[in-house]
C-alpha cells in the first residue's frame, strides 16, 4: 500500500509542475494577449509614434526590428554555413573539431550584454560604425552564430553518409558531392536553423542597447548607419523612460503583444519545420 | 599484347587504426569475367572491394602497404587522383542508396560531375543507362518521381544505372542484395550476367549460391586473409584448402 | 588543386567563427584591466561599495556578484523542480500524442524574448508582490528570481526530455522485469541513467539566468548594496553593465569597470559552460552514445 501512495504523491507532483508551467506561461501571453489587443490597431501598426510617445504606433520599430534581423542573419549565414560544413564534411575527426566546437559552444553561452560590450568596442568605436543599424545587426549576427552552425551542424550529419560515397564513387570531387548532394539534402534543416535565429535575433534587447537603437525616431531609417527603433528596445524605453508613465504602459502592452506574436509564429514556424523534417531519410 | 589482368593486388595489409583488416593480399581480377569475393562476415571482403576505388579513403586513421594497380597503374601513388580512379571503377553499395532527387537527375548527376553539358547527351545516356539496367520499362513513365518512391529493387538497379551512366571500366558489387527480397536479388543477377559481357566484374557476397552463380572466379577470404582463389567451379567442387572446404560445405560463417 | 582550395577557404571560415569568441576575451581584456590597475584586483572584486559616480568614486562590485548569485539561486529553486517535473511528467505521464503536441508547444514557449518577462514582471508580478509582502516597491531580488526562473522553465523542461528520451527502453523494462512499480523505476532507474544530461540542462539553464540582462535589469529593484533578503531590491552584474553603460564617458574609469564586470561574468559563465560540456561528455560515454 505504501508504494502505491509514494507513486501517487510523486505522479501528482509531476502533474502539477507541468500543469502550473504552462498555466504560468499562458497566463502571461494571455495577460499581455488581452491589455495588447486594446491597443492593437491598424494605425498603431502602421503608424510612428506621435505625442512623447503616448500615441501613434511602433511602426519604426517593427521596421527596424526586421533591419536588424537581416543585417544579422546575411552576416551570420555564410560564415555560419561555412563552418558547419568544415566541420561535418571536410576536417578530420580529433582535437581540431573538439576545439572549435568547444569554442562555439562557449560562444553560445556567453551572455548577451558582453554581446552589446563587444559591439560597442570594435562596431561602434573602433570600426566608427557609430549607433547604428549595422553596429547593432552585425553585433546580432555574432549572437546567432553559433545557433545556426548548431543547427546546419545537425542538418549535415542527418544526411546519410550512404549517399556521399555513392556521389564520390561516382567520380565527384568533394565539393561536388558538398554542393550538388549534401547541401540539398540539408538545406530543409539549415532552414529551419535561420528561422529559429530570426526569431532569437527579433527578440535581443541588450545587445543593441549601446550598439544600435534609440528610443525615438521621426521616421524609418534611412541608411545602414543610422540609428534604429527596435520592437523589444521599444517597450524596455516606454516602461523606463519618457515623461506619460501611464500612456505608456498601453502602448508598452500593445508593443509586447506585437513583438510576443512575431516571435511565436516565428518559433512556431521553425517548430514545424523541424517536426516535419523528422524521419526524412529513413527509406 | 593483351594483358588479361585489370585490377593487380600485391601484398596488401591494410589496417583500421591499430586493428589488422587485411594480410597480405595478393590476387588478380581478369578482364571481363566476374570475381566473386566470399567469406563469412569481418573476413575483410568488403574493406578489400572499397580499396579498388579508394573509398576507404574517407575513413580517418588507416594504413595501407602493398599495392594495387589499375591496367599497371598503381592507384594509390601520390600522383594519382582518386576522383580519376572512381571515375574508373564503380560502386554499387550494399544498401540502394539513391539521391533524394528525381530518377532522371539520379542518373545525370554523375554524367554532369564528369564534366557533361549537352542536354541530349544527358538525356540519351540517362535512357540507355536505364534500359541497360533493366529498369527502363518500369520508370520510362515517370523519370521526374522522386527516386525514393521506387521499391528497393528498384533502386538498386537504378543505383547500377547510376553507376553504368558515367562508362566506368570496372564495377565492383558490395553486396548489392544484401537488402533485397529473392525477386529483386534473381533480377540483379541476371543483370550482373549481362553486363559482364562489357565490364570487368567483382562482387563481394557472403551468399555462396549468389557467387556460384554469378562467378567465373572466387576468392575465399578469412580472417583478413585471401585463402584459396581460382576458377569458381573448382573452388566450389574441389577445394584445395581445408578451410574453404569447411565454409562452402556450411560448416562455418 | 581546386578541392584544397576549397578546403583552405572552409577552415579559414571556421576558425574565423571562433576569432570571435578570442576578441571578446580580448577586448574585455583590454577595456577592463585599467580599472585592476586603479582600484587593484581584490578590491574590485570584494569592495563593498559601488558608488561609481561620487567623487571619489567607489568600485567594489561584491554587491552585484552577491545580487547575481542571489537571483540564480532563487531562479533555479524556481526552475529546476518545474522544469525537471514538467519533463519526467511529459516523459512518464503522458500519452505519446499528447507529447506530441506538448513537447513542441514546450519550446514555442522557450523563445519568449526577456523583454516581454521583464514586462511582465513590471506589471504584474510587481504590484502583487506589493500587495502581499506590503513593500514599498515589488521590484526585487524575489521578482527578478521569480520571473527568471519561470523564463528557464521551459528550456530546462525541453533539454531535460531530450536526456530522458536518450536513456535505453532496456533499463526501464529490465527494471519492471525486477518488478519495481513506475514511480521506482523512474526515480531509481531512469532519472539517474538521465542525471548528468540532465545537469547538464540545469548548469546551462544556471549560466542563462546569470548572464539574464533584461528581465533583472526591469524588475530587479536595481539598488547596489549587498542584499541581506530575498525582498530588497538588488542590481545584479548584468543590469549594472546595461544600466550604466549608457552614462559612463568613454575610456573613463566607470567605462573600464563595466567593462571589468563583464570580463568578471564572462569567466562565470565560461566555467559553467566548461561545466556543462564536461557533465555532458560524460552522460554520452555512461550510456553508451558516441563519446
Known amino acids: 500500500m505504501k508504494r502505491n501512495f509514494t507513486q501517487t504523491l510523486g505522479f501528482t507532483f509531476l502533474f502539477s509542475s507541468l500543469a502550473l508551467t504552462l498555466l504560468v506561461l499562458f497566463s502571461i501571453i494571455y495577460f499581455i494577449g488581452v491589455r495588447g489587443f486594446r491597443v492593437l490597431s491598424w494605425t498603431f501598426l502602421t503608424q510612428a509614434p506621435r505625442q512623447a510617445m503616448t500615441a501613434g504606433g511602433v511602426a519604426p520599430a517593427i521596421v527596424g526590428t526586421f533591419y536588424l534581423a537581416l543585417i544579422a542573419i546575411l552576416f551570420s549565414l555564410p560564415l555560419a554555413l561555412a563552418c558547419a560544413i568544415y566541420l561535418c564534411e571536410y576536417s578530420p575527426k580529433g582535437w581540431v573539431v573538439n576545439f572549435i566546437r568547444v569554442g562555439i559552444n562557449n560562444l553560445a553561452g556567453v551572455p548577451s550584454v558582453v554581446f552589446g560590450l563587444f559591439g560597442l568596442a570594435i562596431f561602434v568605436k573602433f570600426l566608427k560604425f557609430g549607433v547604428s543599424m549595422l553596429s547593432g545587426g552585425l553585433t546580432l549576427g555574432i549572437l546567432v552564430l553559433p545557433v545556426i552552425i548548431s543547427a ?49 535575433v527579433v527578440g535581443e534587447t541588450a545587445p543593441i542597447l549601446f550598439t544600435a537603437a534609440a528610443f525615438y525616431l521621426r521616421g524609418f531609417p534611412k541608411s545602414v548607419f543610422s540609428e534604429v527603433m527596435a520592437l523589444p528596445y521599444h517597450i524596455y524605453a516606454l516602461m523606463t523612460e519618457g515623461t506619460h508613465p501611464k500612456e505608456q504602459t498601453g502602448m508598452a502592452y500593445g508593443c509586447s503583444l506585437v513583438l510576443l506574436l512575431l516571435v511565436l509564429a516565428i518559433s512556431a514556424l521553425a517548430v514545424f519545420l523541424r517536426q516535419r523534417q523528422r524521419g526524412r531519410f529513413h527509406v | 599484347m593483351f594483358d588479361p589482368v585489370k585490377i593487380k593486388a600485391q601484398h596488401v595489409d591494410f589496417f583500421y587504426g591499430n586493428q589488422q583488416a587485411l594480410k597480405d593480399i595478393s590476387m588478380d581480377i581478369d578482364v571481363g569475367r566476374v570475381t566473386a569475393i566470399i567469406g563469412p562476415s569481418g573476413c575483410g571482403k568488403s574493406t578489400f572491394i572499397r580499396l579498388l576505388n579508394r573509398m576507404n579513403d574517407l575513413v580517418a586513421h588507416t594504413v595501407l602497404r602493398g599495392h594495387i594497380y589499375l591496367e599497371g597503374q598503381d592507384i594509390f601513388s601520390p600522383a594519382v587522383d582518386p576522383v580519376e580512379i572512381r571515375r574508373r571503377v564503380g560502386m554499387v553499395f550494399q544498401k540502394p542508396n539513391p539521391f533524394p532527387k ?147 560445405t556450411g560448416r562455418f560463417g | ?130 500587495k502581499v509582502f506590503h513593500l514599498p516597491t515589488g521590484l526585487c531580488a524575489f521578482n527578478a528570481s521569480l520571473v527568471l526562473g519561470v523564463m528557464a522553465v521551459p528550456t530546462v523542461c525541453s533539454l531535460s526530455e531530450d536526456a530522458l528520451s536518450f536513456v535505453p527502453k532496456s533499463f526501464r523494462e529490465a527494471s519492471y522485469a525486477v518488478g519495481a512499480d513506475r514511480w521506482q523505476t523512474l526515480t531509481r532507474v531512469v532519472l539517474p541513467a538521465a542525471g548528468s544530461g540532465i545537469s547538464t540542462a540545469i548548469i546551462l539553464g544556471m549560466s542563462r539566468a546569470i548572464g539574464e540582462t533584461m528581465t533583472v535589469l526591469m524588475v530587479a529593484g536595481g539598488a547596489a548594496v549587498i542584499p541581506h533578503s530575498f525582498l530588497e531590491p538588488v542590481r545584479p552584474m548584468t543590469a549594472a553593465i546595461a544600466a550604466e553603460m549608457g552614462e559612463a564617458p568613454m575610456a573613463s574609469d566607470h567605462y573600464h569597470a563595466l567593462f571589468a564586470i563583464a570580463l568578471v561574468l564572462f569567466f562565470i559563465t565560461f566555467s559553467f559552460n566548461i561545466m556543462a560540456e564536461f557533465v555532458s561528455r560524460r552522460f554520452r560515454i555512461k550510456l553508451g552514445l558516441s563519446g
Not at chain 2, 529483386?184 to 562489357?198: G, H, M, P, V
Not at chain 2, 567442387?237 to 581445408?242: F, I, L, S, V
Not at chain 3, 561620487?54 to 526552475?79: D, M
Open chain 2, 102 to 248: 528525381s530518377i532522371f537527375e539520379n542518373i545525370a548527376y554523375g554524367l554532369e560531375v564528369n564534366g557533361y553539358r549537352d542536354r541530349d547527351v544527358i538525356e540519351e545516356r540517362v535512357v540507355m543507362s536505364l534500359k541497360k539496367a533493366a529498369l527502363w520499362e518500369e520508370v520510362k513513365e515517370r523519370l521526374r518521381d522522386s527516386a525514393l518512391k521506387l521499391s528497393g529493387g528498384q533502386q538498386q538497379r537504378l543505383c547500377i544505372a547510376r553507376c553504368l551512366a558515367v562508362a566506368p571500366e570496372v564495377l565492383l558489387f558490395d553486396e548489392p542484395c544484401a537488402s533485397l527480397d529473392p525477386i529483386s536479388t534473381a533480377k540483379i543477377e541476371e543483370l550482373i550476367l549481362e553486363l559482364k559481357k562489357d565490364y570487368t566484374i567483382a562482387i563481394v557476397t557472403h551468399n555462396m549460391q549468389q557467387a556460384a552463380r554469378v562467378s567465373d572466379r572466387t576468392a575465399f577470404f578469412l580472417l583478413g586473409e585471401l585463402v584459396e582463389m581460382g576458377e569458381t567451379q573448382h573452388i566450389f567442387t574441389a577445394p584445395k584448402d581445408k578451410r574453404t572446404e569447411a565454409y562452402i
Open chain 1, 152 to 200: 546546419a551542424q545537425e542538418a549535415l550529419l542527418a544526411v546519410p553518409h550512404s549517399i556521399r560515397e555513392a556521389s564520390l564513387a561516382l567520380g565527384a570531387t568533394q565539393w561536388q558531392t558538398i554542393r550538388r548532394i549534401v547541401l540539398p539534402a540539408a538545406l530543409p534543416g539549415i532552414l529551419t536553423g535561420i528561422v529559429l535565429s530570426i526569431g532569437r
Open chain 3, 1 to 130: 588543386m581546386k578541392e584544397r582550395i576549397y578546403k583552405t577557404i572552409f577552415a579559414i571560415l571556421a576558425f574565423s567563427s571562433l576569432v570571435f569568441l578570442v576578441g571578446i576575451v580580448i577586448i574585455l581584456f583590454k577595456e577592463g584591466l585599467p580599472i585592476f590597475k586603479k582600484v587593484g584586483f581584490f578590491s574590485f572584486l570584494f569592495g563593498r561599495a559601488w558608488y561609481p559616480t561620487h567623487s571619489p568614486p567607489e568600485f567594489g562590485i561584491l554587491p552585484l556578484i552577491l545580487a547575481s548569485a542571489w537571483v540564480t539561486v532563487g531562479a533555479v529553486l524556481v526552475c529546476v523542480p518545474l522544469g525537471v517535473g514538467s519533463a519526467l511528467c511529459l516523459h512518464e505521464l503522458v500519452s505519446e500524442r499528447q507529447r506530441a503536441v506538448l513537447k513542441p508547444v514546450i519550446e514555442i514557449l522557450a523563445s519568449i524574448p526577456s523583454v516581454v518577462y521583464g514586462f511582465f514582471g513590471m506589471m504584474i508580478v510587481t504590484p502583487f508582490l506589493q
